[in-house]
């Protein structure tokens, strides 16, 4: 477990294997192996309470592992399941947590809380805010760092379509300058399948699907017959029917 | 450099009231006052060496601290000796300690008290003169309600009558004997208590010669004011008013009853003897819980000085 | 948390509606404040009242009045002054030692097992020790000067801060804290820049309690060689016989309550700015 | 929460993994609990190190041996065990008392402004009053029984009690109490069910603190009329100069204090069942 | 304001009219007018911090308004954004907040819960749950009663696909079954065209939209092309244009 893996694979993000996890007698992961480059982006699907979130604690080193063995990359950036703001900083002070104050790092932030639309909010309390106002915030924190790995607890399950959008670019954008490794979760197969260039079902203790997802197949496309098969794929792996081919593409 | 002495007393008044006068001046010492409230702690301060003598300890302290400790206090190992006792200047008309009832308990003499409430603070002269006063008539602690309270409270439960008698101190009680709200039982003369208090001094003070010198020259200057204050009331009564914030009647009597004169403890003189007296019949009624050489708690050596001082 | 609208019974409920902006303005808050007064003045009215149609005996309880005279000859005398002087001077040393100490010790004890292992059951036994009985001690060990007296205080303000301290420590939200890890935030400032503010309510009671605490120290750390302080004015020898100026002494200690009162949700509104707003916009 | 571990730097870090379950079983936390006892042990060896090699004048500060002997003989005299029944038994009555009004009171002002602005400013003033200057008072008010000691014990512990209650009911959560409400939740209701047992930490603060009050109220309340109990002995005139005694007295309350703080722990746990399985789950 | 409307209009579960609502200068809602029957399924949507919540929460009798009047029936019940469970008390226990407590109370409580798929907690404590856990138990928690007002604030955000149709049929069930007026916040605009019998769009203070949606008109179907014209119009008021027809209906 102590041998440096490090030095030798410098472009890994996570790499953990044969990882358990009990609550009482109940084993949310069992002798789970898993991997994760920089520049990959996995998304995470799975039934609500299935560990999704346990695992991202793990890899948070804010949970440990009954057993198994693996590292992970630092430094990490995470947006939780909930906003988890300071509620005696204001908005502008939470994104900045962690970062060196330098005479720059205020407008900074606002910069940063700009691109996900609070400029109005900078000064803000967090208790003020509404639900969706406190996640963006959430998000303009892990946003405005430059993470060896990005884990994503669900950071877009509170706002409108069009928000949702505009946060998905964002990440986008993040990935593509910095290259982290990303693991998002997410109950939007639509999303995952736009997003990811890898999904994994987490079902019963274990990853029961792991699939890359290219550009170039057409699996994006949910008119093409690939993104159709792969999603029906998902869905199916999920536990659901779906009555008509549903591609919910939507842009701004 | 110039030595310290370090000089405990109970009330700032008694402070105040000497350096209003020059009978402190010059001294080839400087003077620390301490203001320590009761006994145990101007004990505990002499033993801890936090002061050097008490200028109005009761008699009865340095005696009790002997026969409370693990073994009796021999003339060596001793802490703390008396050096010089403070006699009442007109203890008929100003005994300091007095036994007193409250007018509804119905009690006029001290053998009415068999089955009635009866309150001191423990451990200092009121104590003493509380049992020596069960003794004279012929009463003990068991035949009495005992209640122990604080010095503060001792008067108030009497005068509001949540006591039936008590010790007290004159002073305390000088407006409810105005007004009959207590009445008189006996003066402590009366019941046999010698009605001194006392300087005492650390013994590692007296064994100091630089220090011993100091005091022996504080002797005489304490014996020349006391002598002189005796005669000067309104003086004295003016450091009261000032201090305490007394009326001018309440002031006067306040030093009336304050004025005492220092006599020395050699081994000849009445006074050691009415204490050696004292000292053995408060062991036989259990004030002191061993009985106690008063000798090995005295120290004489300033009786020249202290005749000096009274000429 | 405001006071609780009735519950509704089956049926319909109209809206609240807050007609005027008025209604909220600063002036509007601050009268409401003096409403805390009422009360006890209310007591102060009773008081005198039945002392001057005599139900009262004076002996038993002086009426308020000739408390009030009773003090206005202290403070004429400039003993009043001059004793509040020397008391509040002893009181802010005291506690500011005592409460400092209190204050870093709780956190550490808070925020790692180590520092509560190593020391949170000494300080459990330490702080049962009667400050009364270690006069004695104190004065051996120490003298009779201001130095005990000082210690004396701030060993009695320790306590209560450092056990609300700690526990406002351990009761913050874990999750936040995690959050803060995860983002590399140092140990150092994860204690000072969030824990401490988000402790701080519960702090703030430890330190109510502790600035009380320092001034009823004073009166047993003034029995021994004070010549002023109001401790020293409260067990005045000479004061015991008179139940008007130990009442007078009883009311100065109860202003310094109603001063440390205000003072302390004055810092509670400074310290705590976020739940100022929310607390006003609930109110209206 | 728990400690926090070290941040990393930057590169990797590996995953902690718990090899055994047996690493949090219930005989180890027991015995973690009681490391807690290592450092005031050490201090008393230290002490008495140092007083046998003379380095201590025990006229300044007695051996822990010597003071464990003059424990031993108050012991056998059966002098102590009286008194410690006799104190506890005044202790527990107005602990009891004075408590059950804290909780009320801090209860009912936390919850409602009306009660706030009713009673707050008053207790602010009376929590003030050292007691100490209270026992003449209290003498001629109520005699010299149990009255005025169980009373004096009370008043002492209304105070940590209520502070603490009233600030652990107003920073409950009031998105909380709002659920409540709007599922038509009675008043009583929500302030027992839910404000209570969410305020609790910040109670039993309140409640830590007053126990120890309550014992410390037994020095000042037996001065009067006390022949036996702690606090009668603590201050007994006959120790003047018996250092022994005294820091035996000093023992026996320490003693108490971390018995109290046994209590309180088991307490804690049995009234924050919810926190309980937390901590327990992120100590592993 | 206080004349009694109650006995003219029985069937009213909120009336409410010129409704104000300001937080500093910033104006939530002015002027707004909302009138809900009862069986009628009203859907709120508007974007992230538009002021959905707080239009909620007035309904609720927690904030209340700058100016207007109107009413709400009683009983309401309702889920909030947060699951704002209790911590110190179970899960059953939170879920019969408010219920009188009879010797059935908990039996009813671990039904409801079975129904939202929660059995496995009935006793757990509320912070060892998932955050759709969590949800799931504030759902419970309305489900339980007869309400005449529920009111929904995005209560299936946290939930997977496959559980928020199981979800969504509970609620459909509720009302089949006691016809109280509901409000639903949502973001999804699916969800509100499958579950609402009305859409209302909250933005820059007004409701700019409020359409009645019909299952006779085929408005449900987003194959149809009254469905798809719904959709558009929809996307449109919330500022998305849909690159393509995008019905995701799925179905267990
Ligand atoms: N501290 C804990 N003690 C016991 N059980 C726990 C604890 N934390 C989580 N669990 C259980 O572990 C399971 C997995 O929880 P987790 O939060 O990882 O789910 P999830 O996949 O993130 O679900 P969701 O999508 O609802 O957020 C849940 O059933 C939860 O009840
Ligand atoms: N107490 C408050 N003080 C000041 N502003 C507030 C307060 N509460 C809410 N707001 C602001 O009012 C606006 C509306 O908030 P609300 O919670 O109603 O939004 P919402 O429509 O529910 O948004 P979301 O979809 O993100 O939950 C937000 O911009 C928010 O910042
Ligand atoms: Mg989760
Ligand atoms: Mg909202």
Same mark, same amino acid.
């Given at each position: ?6 030095? +030798? ?35 995470? *699907? ?47 002070? #939470? ?5 060196? +104050? ?119 496309? !949910? ?30 | 450099?110039?030595?310290? *002495? ?60 002997? !026969? ?63 049992? *020596? ?48 709200? @207590? ?5 402590? #003369? ?101 009985? @106690? ?19 | ?15 609240? @509606? ?8 600063? +002036? ?29 005996? !004076? ?54 097992? &180590? ?11 330490? +702080? ?65 820049? &969030? ?40 067990? #005045? ?9 130990? *009442?007078? @002494? ?19 509104? &400074? ?7 929310? #607390? ?5």
């Amino acid at each position: 477990m102590t041998r440096d893996t490090t030095a +030798r694979e410098p472009d890994l993000a996570v790499s953990i294997r044969q990882a358990s996890k009990h609550f009482g007698e109940r084993a949310i992961f069992e002798r789970l192996d898993l991997t994760i480059r920089r520049r990959e982006f996995v998304a995470l *699907l799975g039934a609500s309470g299935s560990g999704k979130t346990t695992l991202l604690r793990t890899l948070l080193d804010l949970d440990s592992l009954d057993a198994g063995e693996g590292f992970v990359a630092t430094p990490r950036a995470a947006v939780f399941q909930e906003p988890r703001l300071i509620p005696s900083q204001r908005v502008w002070q #939470n994104v900045l947590m962690g970062v060196p +104050r330098t005479s720059r790092a205020r407008e900074l932030a606002i910069a940063t809380l700009a691109e996900v639309g609070l400029t109005r909010h900078v000064d803000a309390w967090p208790a003020t805010l509404s639900g969706g106002e406190a996640q963006r915030v959430a998000l303009a924190r892990a946003l405005i760092r430059d993470p060896a790995l990005l884990l994503l607890d669900e950071p877009f399950a509170a706002l409108d379509a069009l928000t949702r959008l505009r946060m998905q670019d964002l990440v986008r954008q993040l990935v593509a300058r910095h290259g982290p490794g990303v693991l998002l979760v997410t109950h939007d197969v639509e999303e995952a399948v736009r997003l990811a260039s890898r999904i994994v079902v987490l079902r019963d203790a274990r990853l029961t699907l792991d699939v890359t997802v290219s550009d170039a197949a057409g699996q994006r496309d !949910s008119s093409h017959p690939e993104g159709a098969a792969l999603r029906d794929r998902l869905y199916a792996e999920l536990g659901v029917r779906r009555t008509a081919i549903s591609p919910s593409a939507v842009a701004a | 450099a110039q030595p310290v *002495l370090r000089v405990g007393i109970f009330q700032d008044v008694t402070r105040e009231a000497i350096e209003a006068t020059d009978f402190l001046k010059g001294t080839p010492y400087r003077i620390e006052w301490a203001r320590l409230n009761g006994a145990g702690p101007t004990v505990q301060a002499l033993g801890g060496n936090a002061i050097d003598i008490s200028w109005g300890l009761s008699d009865t302290a340095a005696p009790k601290a002997s !026969s409370e400790d693990r073994r009796n206090w021999t003339a060596e190992t001793a802490p703390i000796k008396l050096i010089g006792l403070l006699a009442p200047v007109d203890s008929k008309r100003y005994s300091p300690m007095l036994v007193i009832a409250s007018k509804a308990s119905g009690v006029t003499k001290i053998s009415d008290l068999r089955g009635r409430t009866y309150a001191f603070n423990e451990g200092g002269n009121a104590n003493a003169v509380g049992l *020596l006063a069960l003794d004279k008539a012929g009463l003990n602690v068991k035949d009495v309600k005992l209640r122990l309270l604080t010095y503060d409270a001792t008067a108030p439960a009497v005068v509001a009558g949540a006591v039936d008698a008590a010790p007290a101190t004159r002073s305390r009680v000088a407006d409810a004997l105005a007004s009959g709200a @207590v009445r008189e039982l006996a003066t402590e #003369n009366e019941v046999g208590f010698p009605g001194f208090v006392s300087v005492t001094a650390r013994t590692g003070a007296l064994k100091d010669p630089q220090l011993s010198e100091a005091i022996g020259d504080f002797m005489t200057r304490l014996a020349r004011y006391l002598n002189w204050a005796a005669t000067h009331d309104a003086e004295t009564a003016a450091a009261y008013a000032k201090a305490q914030q007394l009326t001018p009647d309440q002031a006067l009597f306040a030093a009336k009853s304050g004025a005492y004169r220092l006599v020395p403890v050699k081994h000849d003189g009445a006074p050691f003897k009415a204490e050696v007296e004292a000292t053995k019949k408060l062991g036989e009624i259990g004030f002191y819980p061993r009985p @106690v050489d008063f000798s090995t708690v005295v120290d004489d050596r300033y009786t020249a000085q202290i005749e000096a001082g009274n000429r | 948390m405001s006071t609780l609208p009735t519950p509704r019974r089956n049926g319909h409920a109209n809206l609240r @509606v807050f007609k005027t902006r008025a209604a909220s303005s600063k +002036r509007q808050v601050s009268t409401r404040e003096l409403t805390r007064l009422i009360f006890p003045l209310a007591l102060l009215l009773i008081w005198q009242f039945a002392a001057t149609a005599g139900w009262i005996d !004076s002996h038993v309880l002086e009426a308020p009045l000739d408390v009030a005279a009773a003090l206005v000859d202290l403070a004429r005398s400039g003993v009043l002054w001059d004793s509040l002087v020397a008391s509040l001077q002893r009181a802010v040393a005291g506690f500011l030692i005592g409460g400092g100490i209190g204050l870093v010790l709780g956190l550490v004890a808070g925020l790692s097992r &180590i520092g509560e292992r190593t020391y949170d059951a000494l300080l459990q036994m330490l +702080r049962m020790i009667p400050f009364l009985a270690l006069i004695p001690l104190f004065v051996i060990w120490f003298g009779v000067d201001e130095k005990p007296k000082i210690l004396l205080i701030a060993i009695a303000c320790v306590f209560p801060v450092y056990l609300n301290t700690f526990s406002g420590v351990r009761h913050v939200d874990a999750k936040l804290v995690e959050a803060a890890q995860v983002f590399g935030v140092s140990r150092a400032a994860i204690a000072l820049q &969030i824990v401490l503010p988000l402790a701080m309510p519960s702090i703030l009671v430890g330190v109510r309690y502790a600035m009380g605490t320092a001034l009823l120290a004073l009166v047993a750390a003034e029995q021994v060689n004070a010549t002023s302080g109001i401790g020293y004015l409260a067990l #005045n020898p000479r004061a015991a016989l008179r139940t008007d100026i130990i *009442l007078g @002494v009883v009311l100065v200690y109860s202003l310094l309550g109603l001063t440390i009162d205000a003072l302390l949700r004055a810092a509670e509104r &400074i310290a705590l700015p976020w739940r100022r707003t929310l #607390n006003e916009e609930r109110r209206r």
